[in-house]
C-alpha cells in the first residue's frame, strides 16, 4: 500500500468518526433578533419599527427578554458545540499529519531497502561471474590432468624397455599428477568457499565481501592458476624431451 492510498484510508475514517453535520454550524434560529436593539447597561430593548420600550407593555417586555435570553443561550450553546467541533476538527487533522509523516519515514526506509538490495544484487553478480570464470578453468586443469594421465598410460607401456630410464620417468610422472590432484583439489575447495560466500550473502544480505575483497581473491587465484600452468608446461616440455630420446 502507497502513501495515497493510507491518505484515502485516514479521509474516510475522518468522515465515520465525524458525528455531526454542516447544520450544526448554522447559527439562524427561528426566530429574528435582527430587529431587536440592546442599549448597553439597560434593560431597554427597542425595534427598527420605531415602536418604543414605553409603549410595550410589561408583560410582551418579559416574554421579549426571555425570548432574547433564550436566543442568547442557544447561540451559545451553539457557539460552544462549534468550538468542540473545532478542537475535533484539530486533533484529526494532527493525527493525520502524524500519519503523513509517518508514510514518509516509512517511504524513506523503502527507498534504502532498494538501494541495499541493489547493492546485494550487483554484489551476487559479480561472485557469479567470479564462479564461473573459477568453473572454465577448473575445467581446464582437468583438461590437462587427463593429458598427464594420457602420457602416464605411454609411458606405461615403454616401462619394460632395454633400461629403467622410462620407470624413473614414470614415477616422476606420478609423483606430478599427484601434485596436480591436490593442487586441482584446493582450487575445488575454494570453488566451495565461493559457493559459501554467495549462500552467506543470499541469507544475510548485509554482510558479505566487499569488492576489494573479491579483488584480492581474484587476484590470489589467477597467481596460483598461473604457476600451475607454469609447471604443468615445464613438465609437457621434460615428456616431450622425453620424447625425443
Not at 90 to 113: H, W
Not at 129 to 138: A, I, K, Q, R
Not at 217 to 227: D, N, W, Y
Amino acid at each position: 500500500m502507497d502513501a495515497s492510498e493510507d491518505l484515502r484510508e485516514l479521509e474516510g475514517s475522518v468522515e465515520l468518526t465525524n458525528d455531526w453535520e454542516s447544520d450544526d454550524l448554522d447559527f439562524s434560529s427561528d426566530f429574528e433578533v435582527d430587529n431587536l436593539q440592546v442599549e448597553e447597561g439597560t434593560d431597554n430593548f427597542k425595534s427598527q419599527e420605531s415602536i418604543h420600550a414605553n409603549c410595550v407593555d410589561r408583560e410582551t417586555f418579559e416574554k421579549e427578554k426571555q425570548a432574547w435570553k433564550e436566543a442568547m443561550e442557544e447561540m451559545s450553546q451553539r457557539f460552544s458545540r462549534a468550538t468542540s467541533m473545532l478542537d475535533s476538527m484539530k486533533s484529526i487533522a494532527l493525527r493525520d499529519q502524524e500519519r503523513i509523516e509517518e508514510l514518509e519515514r516509512e517511504n524513506r526506509e523503502i527507498m534504502q531497502y532498494k538501494e541495499t538490495f541493489t547493492r546485494l544484487q550487483q554484489q551476487i553478480e559479480g561472485l557469479n561471474t567470479l564462479l564461473y570464470e573459477s568453473n572454465e578453468e577448473s575445467a581446464s586443469y582437468r583438461q590437462k590432468i587427463n593429458e598427464l594421465k594420457d602420457r602416464v598410460a605411454e609411458l606405461e607401456d615403454k616401462l619394460y624397455g632395454p633400461t629403467n630410464y622410462y620407470y624413473q620417468e614414470f614415477l616422476k610422472c606420478q609423483d606430478e599428477i599427484e601434485s596436480l590432484t591436490k593442487e586441482c583439489d584446493s582450487y575445488k575447495n575454494q570453488l566451495h568457499q565461493v559457493k559459501d560466500i554467495m549462500r552467506d550473502m543470499i541469507i544475510e544480505k548485509e554482510k558479505g565481501p566487499t569488492q576489494e575483497d573479491l579483488l584480492r581473491e581474484r587476484e590470489k587465484f589467477a597467481k596460483q592458476v598461473s604457476a600451475l600452468e607454469r609447471r604443468i608446461e615445464q613438465l609437457q616440455e621434460e615428456n616431450e624431451k622425453l620424447q625425443a630420446k
